[in-house]
């Protein structure tokens, strides 16, 4: 009875797990329910060959649906056990969860909880007429701390610098054919696909400090960019020391702990990786990095002055991503 209470957790912690946000919503993992145990695997069937040669995005994504794993086992009262790359014989094992001993779920847990159902990629300009609060931002950096990266805010001369990133990105992405061809592919995937993205979540062309990567969508995407003028927006860039598997993993976690806190405070947020993609670019904002470290996603924070949210990205269903433990639900 005890160990199907356990399965029925963990079954529902991966369910809510699918909430996570993943490169160009490629939903990268799989989930096996098993001996009171939540495996997280790495699926290398949705690495982008092009876009993500290292599969470094791919692990990144799986990290923050650990996270959210981890967030969804908490606000249920469970203690998340997590050992990460628990067998070096098979390096699609990227994590084994358990849910440990029980623990009522405190204000933190419910708030974080909370932001997950919520939270949404906000490509939207954001707009605020007074800073991010020194508070906030120091939540955020404790949160990606707690998670073994670390974040590096990018002062107003350094944002003029990955807007040439980001600019210098765009120029070879639309020179590189495979990666071209792979980003159309996710993001036409057709009507009713339970993944990739649609021209309705990205932002029509609109003045910006760092441009938006466009998707391959050109005049397809056809989202209003909102009133905003980012004013008072913060790129934040996710740094890990070193630049392996464990520590893409950890980027991952720390991306969602570092999102989830934000949007608990009420701010926004939309990720910009193309400038890690390509080397040259991930090179120069490597080389703002103080103490140096390794650029692995850059989050851009602010408040969005449209109080709708942005619309919402597909999700495949449950069954196709979590094996197992189905029989107790
Ligand atoms: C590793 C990673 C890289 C991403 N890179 C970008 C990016 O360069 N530009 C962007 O607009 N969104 C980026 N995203 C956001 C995804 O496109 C988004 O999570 C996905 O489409 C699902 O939408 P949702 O976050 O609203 O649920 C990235 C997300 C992850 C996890």
């Known amino acids: 009875m005890i160990e199907d209470t356990q399965t029925a957790t963990l079954h529902l912690a991966a369910d809510e797990a699918r909430r996570a946000p993943s490169i ?3 939903q990268p993992w799989r989930w096996q329910v098993h001996d009171g145990a939540l495996d997280l ?5 949705r690495r982008l060959g092009s876009v993500d040669p290292q599969g470094r995005l791919l692990t990144l994504s799986c990290g923050a649906a650990l996270h959210h794993a981890r967030v969804a086992l908490a606000a249920a009262g469970h203690e998340p056990v997590v050992e990460r790359l628990p067998d070096p014989a098979d390096p699609s094992l990227l994590a084994r969860v358990r849910a440990g001993r029980p623990r009522p779920a405190g204000d933190d847990d419910r708030l974080t909880y909370e932001a997950m159902l919520r939270r949404r990629t906000d490509r939207r300009r954001f707009g605020s007429p007074v800073p991010m609060a020194p508070e906030a931002l120091a939540a955020l950096r404790a949160a990606a701390e707690a998670e073994h990266a670390r974040l590096h805010r990018l002062r107003p001369g350094e944002v003029e610098y990955l807007g040439y990133a980001a600019q210098g990105a765009h120029v070879l ?3 590189d054919e495979g990666r071209v061809a792979e980003q159309q592919a996710w993001t036409h995937r057709g009507p009713g696909s339970a993944d990739g ?4 979540a990205v932002p029509a062309p609109a003045d910006r400090p760092v441009p938006l990567r466009d ?5 397809e995407a056809t989202l209003d960019p909102g009133p905003g003028d980012e004013s008072n927006v913060e790129y934040l860039a996710v740094v890990t020391d070193g630049d392996g598997v464990e520590d893409w993993l950890a980027a991952g976690e720390a991306t969602s702990a570092v999102w989830l806190a934000a949007v608990a405070r009420g701010l926004a947020a939309s990720p910009l990786s193309d400038v890690v993609e390509i080397p040259g670019a991930r090179a120069l904002l490597g080389s703002l990095i103080e103490p140096a470290g390794h650029p692995q996603l850059v989050l851009r924070v602010g408040v969005d002055p449209d109080p709708a949210p942005p ?19």
């Open 24 to 26: 160009l919503n490629t």
């Open 41 to 45: 695997h790495a699926d290398p069937a």
């Open 173 to 175: 992405d639309a020179k």
């Open 197 to 200: 993205m649609t021209g309705d």
């Open 215 to 219: 998707f391959a969508l050109g005049g």
């Open 311 to 329: 619309p919402a990205s597909p999700r495949r269903p449950a069954r196709d991503v979590i094996d197992g433990g189905e029989a107790t639900r």
